[in-house]
């Protein structure tokens, strides 16, 4: 190591000047970044969420891109999971306090209408429940675990993913996060 | 890469067992580190497990008063760790604040138990950096190279793996350095001046990195200036001390 002030403040200057032309030139367009990230579709953080169409609990359709110009949540539940069914209360809340603002949608996994139904006719829930039946929604979105639950912004790009069950502090959070985005 | 693993009908997340795994190895280097420095190996693990923790519950209480109001009616929820809701900055800052005052009383000399510390850190976040090329949220931007991984059909640079890279580049330069340590916090020094140079360089290629305005990457710029610290350290020892014992870092 130089042991001269001369040649530590040399190196220090060098540093200075490499470094500070490194970050202008890593310098990026966010719209470009975004631009470029959103024509890809991927179950993952900063893709564009994977579109879908299927029918909801109470009849109609329900197509993933319709939504956009709004955010929204996208949770993958199931009556037999007890977790999932310890959230509920949680996106119901945040879909009655963000009426309006953001879209709360349950996607039910894998089971039939005829379970579901009274199921949510039960517990009151209020937002949409499109019935993944097949499964192939949850495959698309490579959901390994129930509950799971997706943060999506206005402009369809997953901006957060959360494995596991959820708290509603943390569901509060995000969806501020989604609203400032 | 791979988000979770399937043990049966359990699904472990990979990247929560990284980090644990990472914090586990990181306080198991500190006392391979403080013993081959020949400092108070008790204490400095001590310090090293008091930080980590206290890091933890402020960064969860943090978050429990941001949130008031939805932990109010669930008490229980604010310590039930599996749903999430951590303030990061909050565990940073009350982590490496516990571990200064603990060292304060302790009488723990600053320079020399950062040498000891120096590659705990390293290895802390290298398991970070891990953690998040398995299943974290970070991605690197296009490239068409031989060593690209492809992502949902897309090539891209293995950013993550770049950290790790430096993150052995400052744990080889600990190594070097600790035969002809010159002074006390030499090596601490000497790792983050390479791993905040690595950092600077290698985060150019994230996609994702979190910006300032005008689109600068917050980590370059934090790395810049923890690598310019480093120097301006590194030749405040250099120019005044010949031995360990002689010289300090703000002792």
Known sequence: MPR??????LVILGALLLGTTWIFLSQESVYELNLIDNMVEAPAVGYQ?????????????????????????L????????????????FQAASRKYNGQVTVVGVDDGEPIELVAP?????????????????AVSKEYRVHSLPSTFFID?????????IGVINRAVLEDKIAQLLES | MLPSISIGPLVLPTASLVTI????????TTEKTAAHLRLDVPFTYNLATVALASGFIASRLAFVVAHWSAYRQNLLGIIWPLTGGYDLWAGLIAGFAVAFFYGRARQLPLGATLDALAPAILVGLMAV????????????????????????GIKRHPVQLYELIAGIAALLSWLASSHGRSFSGHLFLTSAAVYSSGRLFVDAYRANAALIANGYHIVQILSLAALLGALFLLMRGFTSSVSPESANISE
């Open chain 1, 4 to 9: 001269s002030r001369f040649t530590w403040t």
């Open chain 1, 75 to 90: 949770n993958f539940w199931a009556t037999w999971c007890p977790p999932c069914r310890a959230e509920i209360p949680f």
């Open chain 1, 49 to 73: 969420a994977p579109d879908f169409t299927v029918p909801t609990m109470t009849g109609e359709t329900f197509t993933l891109s319709d939504q956009r110009g709004r955010p929204l949540v």
């Open chain 2, 129 to 152: 950096s891990l953690a998040d090329f398995l299943g974290g949220p970070g991605y690197g931007v296009e490239a068409d190279i031989p060593w690209s991984i492809s992502l949902f």
């Open chain 2, 21 to 28: 795994l990472g914090i586990w190895l990181a306080l198991a």
């Open chain 1, 119 to 135: 199921f949510a006719s039960r517990l009151d829930i209020a937002y949409v429940i499109p019935m993944d039946e097949d499964g």
């Open chain 1, 154 to 162: 206005e402009g369809g790009v997953i901006r957060y993913i959360h």
